[in-house]
């Protein structure tokens, strides 16, 4: 089965500008997560979809946005970048809806912002 | 708020030694926990998962759980040069969908 894949996998974005990030959960995976990964922070959650509705979401601002599609697949976006937004994006799928599952994590998109 | 807490390390430890690495969690309603390893450069790979008190054992990997001392811990066997990467442990609680994540362990494992 094929795992979790996220692309791009590498961006170099200037500030000011927006971005989508696109990953695509391991096939039958329905709830799909979104981590921001810094060495300062840590791995930090951002939020959490499950049959296209978005169940949680994380401390950050509004300028970070997602969406999920029928088919399980997610997209975040990130408006008006900010240096510090330079980090590795996760995607983490889970098979159902059950917080008790664990969740297999794509190979990240490595974003820059300078 | 909920925190999961690491030693950052890095713990060196022989090649063919036992590796020892802890995590402590603040929520006490915390029911599912995980260890992920993570290399260099890379994204997380899952490990093992645990959910009941004791040890839970996966080839060279055993799991270790109490809730009462809201402890967990992954011994690594046989450790060998190709495990050295940063451990990173996980507490979920039950109804959330959310896991904390501490910030890791880093392990070096020298030939």
């Known amino acids: 089965k094929a795992g979790v894949t996220q692309t791009p996998r590498y961006l170099i974005k200037t500030r000011g500008q927006q971005v989508t990030l696109s990953c695509s959960p391991i096939?039958?995976?329905?709830?799909v997560s979104w981590y921001q990964q810094t060495p300062g922070q840590g791995l930090q959650f951002l939020f959490e979809y499950f049959s296209e509705t978005q169940r949680n979401k994380g401390n950050f601002p509004g300028r970070f946005s997602g969406r999920q599609f029928s088919n399980s697949r997610s997209e975040m976006n990130v408006s008006t970048l900010e240096l510090g937004d330079s980090a590795l994006y996760l995607c983490?799928?889970?098979?159902?809806?059950?917080?008790?599952?664990?969740?297999?994590f794509g190979p990240g998109t490595r974003l820059t912002v300078t | 708020q909920k925190e999961v807490e690491q030693n950052s390390g890095p713990l060196s430890v022989p090649e063919g030694a036992i590796a020892s690495l802890n995590c402590t969690y603040s929520d006490r309603g915390s029911q599912s926990f995980f260890w992920y390893r993570q290399y260099s450069g890379k994204s997380p790979e899952l490990i093992m998962s645990i959910y009941s008190n004791g040890d839970k054992e996966d080839g060279r990997f055993t799991a270790q759980l109490n809730k009462a001392s809201q402890y967990v811990s992954l011994l690594i066997r046989d450790s060998q040069p190709s495990d050295s990467a940063t451990y990173l442990c996980?507490?979920?609680?039950?109804?959330?969908?959310?896991?904390?994540f501490g910030r890791g362990t880093s392990l070096i494992v020298h030939p």
């Open positions: 983490a799928s889970s098979p159902t809806g059950d917080p008790s599952y664990e969740q297999y």
């Open positions: 996980a507490a979920q609680s039950g109804g959330s969908y959310i896991p904390t």
């Open positions: 096939s039958g995976h329905r709830s």
